[in-house]
């Protein structure tokens, strides 16, 4: 039936790659710190993010196989894992560059701006990557990574950067954004798949951390669309918890140019317990003869204990007049948390 299999492609929101390099030592400028501003360069450290803190972390069972005993593992709870996940790959791969990227000596510095290279990529990478930092204000940083062909002297094309107000008693926590470009980085690298933007918008130290993430236009190695989605992560100073995101998603044979817009929100108490909320909208929905044309939402409930055993789970069918059908249900919702 074609509206369960679209509750099971929800996890097809996950996009998963991860950034890895070697680089050749920097060329141009000077390893000697009596060629940069010590003062300046030293701040850029501190104040660039810590890649830790952007880390999407969700609760997870111990181990690394399912105990049979806790009975069905949480399908939306496993899913929100796996999510996090690709997300993570993303972002700490970009970040890991960063920290990479740190550990050389700065080349050369001006009254505002340090800069870190260019470095030359081992084997047949096209082209050759510069990273700046510079200090806006005295609360603000502004950092870029950018790409030129390899083995010239032209202008360097940023590809991926942000800005950051850090912490001032926490080194490389604060609030900040940051984008990748992968149009520019495609454009530059004709090898790299990927295309579209993401941004993120993040508070490293206010209640926890709070991590926004926008996908514009993505176009993933094995994407047949571009899709456009929202993730929402909140870990709040308790270890209490939420993590929503929305996307676009297209189900087996469906129009490819009319994609259906699918939504997960998770919360977690600082156990662990949670629930997730789950609905799949537009698109085809509605065209399967099963139900008709009444139709204008699938979507349900999940909810787990402390243990990450399943408490209650319900999948309904809900209909633009009338109450909705439930297709599937099991346990009491009466155990699922209340938040507010």
Not at 4 to 14: E, K, P, S
Not at 24 to 47: I, Y
Request: glycine share 12%; with cysteine; charged share 25%.
């Amino acid at each position: 039936m074609r509206t369960l299999r679209l509750l099971a492609i929800l996890g097809m929101a996950a996009a998963a790659a991860y950034f890895s390099a070697c680089f050749q030592e920097p060329e141009g400028g000077s390893f000697g710190l009596e060629a940069v501003n010590t003062e300046l360069c030293d701040a850029c450290l501190k104040a660039a993010p810590d890649p830790d803190s952007l880390e999407v972390t969700i609760p997870e069972a111990d181990g690394k196989s399912w105990p049979k005993s806790l009975g069905q593992l949480p399908v939306y709870y496993d899913l929100t894992v796996d999510i996090s996940r690709g997300l993570n790959h993303w972002i700490l791969g970009q970040l890991g560059f960063l920290d990479e990227i740190l550990t050389y000596p700065p080349t050369q510095s001006d009254d505002n701006t340090c800069t870190w290279g260019p470095f030359i990529p081992s084997g047949l990478s096209p082209v050759e990557a510069q990273f700046e930092m510079t200090q806006v204000s005295d609360t603000q940083f502004d950092y870029t990574w950018s790409h030129r062909p390899k083995n010239t002297d032209g202008e360097f094309t940023a590809v991926w950067g942000g800005e950051i107000t850090p912490a001032t008693d926490t080194a490389r926590r604060g609030v900040g954004n940051l984008y990748m470009d992968f149009t520019a980085l495609q454009g530059l690298d004709p090898t790299w798949d990927a295309s579209g933007r993401f941004d993120v918008d993040y508070d490293t130290y206010t209640d926890g951390r709070r991590i926004d993430i926008e996908f514009t236009d993505f176009v993933g190695e094995d994407s047949g669309y571009p899709s456009t989605g929202t993730y929402h992560y909140h870990n709040h100073a308790d270890n209490s918890g939420e993590f929503s995101y929305i996307f676009d998603v297209e189900i087996d044979g469906g129009n490819s140019s009319d994609p259906e817009r699918a939504s997960v929100v998770t919360q977690w108490e600082p156990t662990g317990a949670g629930t997730s909320e789950f609905a799949a909208s537009g698109g085809d929905i509605g065209s399967d003869d099963t139900f008709g044309s009444n139709v204008t939402e699938i979507g349900g409930i999940e909810c787990w204990d402390e243990l990450f055993g399943r408490t209650y789970y319900r999948i309904e069918v809900r209909f633009e007049s009338g109450d909705p059908l439930t297709l599937e249900e099991e346990g009491d919702e009466g155990d699922c948390p209340v938040f507010g």
